[in-house]
């Protein structure tokens, strides 16, 4: 008992002794500020957390809209597959699981998963009628992979009015009003994406606007920023394919034939980098080389538009044989992507001005502007009237491609050979001379066969003998 108490005491006059201490440490910090600062008691780091794996990888890439792996895509889908097999009532994974194949589908240009990503987002709505984002962001990028931007303005516009601090959706909205021609919305939309999130996905979006708005510099700056920041290798590598096809359109070769080789060294998968790297080693000379990237990227991602670039390049070479094979794929791939319900109308009506039936290509990308009446289409639609003989009209739809108050301020030189060559056949030679010489300009490997025909052209327009006042 005696015990007790004298370690009692001891225990009372320790308490005493600490509280004066603690006392005179808190008036000493009043004096020196009113800052009360206590040493932490040491203790072993906590160990990191652990990376997360491909599954959630792939889930955070498709619900931000940016580039997934496609090793980590399959196991989302798997995993997900499994969840609404046990739960079909699960909304969410139904949601998550459309994405996935949209992605999917947009990765590989397969567009076999675009039915399936509609489905399981339908499906994902009638579980869950109400309030599901998810479901209506997952349907607005399925609408942008099949180049249907009518529908993707107007399922984005649901999923923001739904929920208007969801970032994606103001992102997918980008894509829908520059695809429809709208640039102004478009600028808009980029300002509520900067408000509501900053990092390297929103630095590739605003690349993409400023790009087509002309702002040509701005763009370079911002895709290479969101290259160097991106972490993720499928995000990083798409960033940096986009940062190769800047600067081809340019018309710097190299710094193309860097980005692209180092898109693919980051992600093997990243096939429309190794068109890029065929398109940049083609403008270098180095043919045989571009041939075989061409061909190797269309073996694992039978892109239409890849496959008439290397149609033509064969054309370019005199192998006529080898350029049919081409064309005839990308007729084979507009019909599986019609099937898929996917829209490469603008590039079979390119193919078909200038390889097939002009008439036909007026008809289809009369059909495609009354649709979405963007400005790749205007350009598309001027093009296939000149190649039918109708170049009155067609001048117009060249001036609401290249002039910024039309909506058209992107520098394209094949938009600017376009509107020259128009011009020319209607006997406007100062303009066509402007024009086929900015072209040249802009990029003067713009096109293995429509090069040559540009530098014929200004050779046979020759030098005015007296510059005059520019024509309209």
Known sequence: ???????????????????????????????????????????AAAPPPPAPGPAAQALGA????????????????????????ADPEDARSWAVLGAA??????????????????????????????????????????????????????????????????????????????????????????DRLTELRSGPAVMARAAAVYRDRGWREDAAARISDAAALAEAPAERAAYLERAGQLAFERGDREAALRYFEEALRTDPDQRAAQAGQGRALAALGRTTEALTAYQAALARQPCPAHALELGELYESLGLEQAARVQYDLLRARVREAAAGGADEELVLGLFEADHGDAEAAVRRL??????????????????????????????????????????????????????????????????????????LRINPYFSPLHVPQARRALAALGEPSVEGPPEP
């Not at 004298?6 to 006392?23: M, N, P, Y």
């Not at 009628?129 to 180049?147: I, Q, T």
């Not at 509107?419 to 010489?437: F, Q, V």
């Open 1 to 43: 008992m005696d015990i007790l108490l004298l370690d009692t005491g001891a225990r009372r006059r320790r308490v005493r002794r600490t509280r004066r201490a603690l006392i005179a440490s808190v008036a000493g910090a009043a004096l020196l500020g009113g800052v009360l600062v206590l040493a932490p008691r040491e203790r």
């Open 366 to 439: 009369r059909a495609e502007w009354r649709r979405q009446p963007g400005t790749a289409v205007a350009d598309a639609l001027g093009w296939a009237l000149h190649r039918a003989g109708r170049d009155e009209e067609a001048l117009e739809f060249a001036r609401t491609a290249t002039e910024g108050e039309r909506g058209g301020g992107v520098r394209s030189a094949p938009y600017a050979y376009h509107r020259g060559e128009i011009e020319r056949a209607l006997e406007r030679y100062g303009a066509a001379r402007r024009h086929l010489r900015e072209a």
């Open 101 to 190: 194949y949209a992605e999917q589908g947009r990765r590989t240009a397969d567009p076999a998963l675009f039915p399936r990503a509609e489905r399981a987002l339908r499906t994902s709505l009638e579980v869950a009628p109400r309030r599901n984002a998810d479901a209506l962001e997952g349907m607005a990028a399925l609408a942008v992979a099949r180049r249907d931007f009518s529908a993707a303005k107007w399922w984005g516009e649901a999923a923001r009015k739904l929920e208007p601090r969801r970032w994606a959706a103001h992102a997918l909205l980008i894509d829908a009003y520059t695809g429809l021609g709208d640039h102004e919305a478009a600028e808009r939309s980029l």
């Open 62 to 85: 498709v619900r931000a809209a940016v580039p997934a792996a496609l090793p980590d895509l399959a196991v989302l889908i798997g995993e997900r597959e499994a969840r609404v097999r």
